[in-house]
């Protein structure tokens, strides 16, 4: 909820169709029934994280699935294709920064430039700074989130680029093992 001043909060919980924009920073919550009711047809903008995040109920039933295609399609059909924007925000987050925590900026910055945040960005920079946490880190990824508002080709782009310096998948159980045992080698020497 967000009010000119604190007065203006009149209750914590969004009501059913109540919201203008949602951050759907982990599709797991997003997915909810509570969170879809909040979610208003042809109405309600929805940015969407479609990173995979298994919730810690993974750990407690064993028959626990995360149909995350069924969960993009049920958020997307609640909202309305044209109101959705889909990223997997944490991939290209860490991509960016290095830290998957920076997803949740990242969203925001792509929510703002979207016009779904009715604040000035000067105001979002200015809290990120006041919070004092990871400020550098926090500030670019409110930027980057921007930048993927306009240009997600470009964004990607980079994110693949700088993700490229991490070992590429092995096409091969024989590709694998040279690549390994050259790092090995290099690492201490051949014998080793």
């Not at 399609?73 to 889909?86: E, K, Q, S, V, Y």
């Not at 703002?112 to 919070?131: D, K, V």
Request: hydrophobic residues 50%; aromatic residues 6%.
């Amino acid at each position: 909820r967000i009010a000119a001043t604190p007065h203006g909060v009149k209750a914590i919980r969004v009501p059913a169709g109540g919201a203008h924009t949602v951050l759907a920073c982990d599709m797991v919550v997003a997915g909810t029934a509570k969170s879809l009711a909040a979610i208003q047809a042809n109405r309600t903008q929805v940015f969407l994280n479609t990173h995979e995040t298994y919730p810690g109920e993974l750990t407690r039933d064993p028959d626990y699935a995360l149909p995350p295609r069924r969960r993009i399609a049920t958020i997307t059909g609640r909202a309305g294709a044209a109101l959705t924007r889909r990223i997997d925000a944490t991939a290209t987050a860490t991509a960016l920064l290095g830290d998957a925590i920076a997803a949740n900026m990242f969203m925001l910055g792509l929510a703002w430039q979207s016009g779904g945040i009715p604040l000035a960005a000067a105001s979002i920079e200015r809290a990120i700074a006041l919070n004092g946490a990871e400020v550098a880190m926090n500030l670019a990824a409110f930027a980057w989130g921007r930048r993927a508002a306009v240009d997600p080709g470009a964004v990607l782009a980079e994110a693949a680029l700088r993700a490229g310096s991490r070992e590429p998948e092995a096409r091969t159980v024989a590709d694998l093992v040279e690549r390994r045992a050259a790092f090995l080698a290099d690492y201490q020497d051949a014998a080793y």
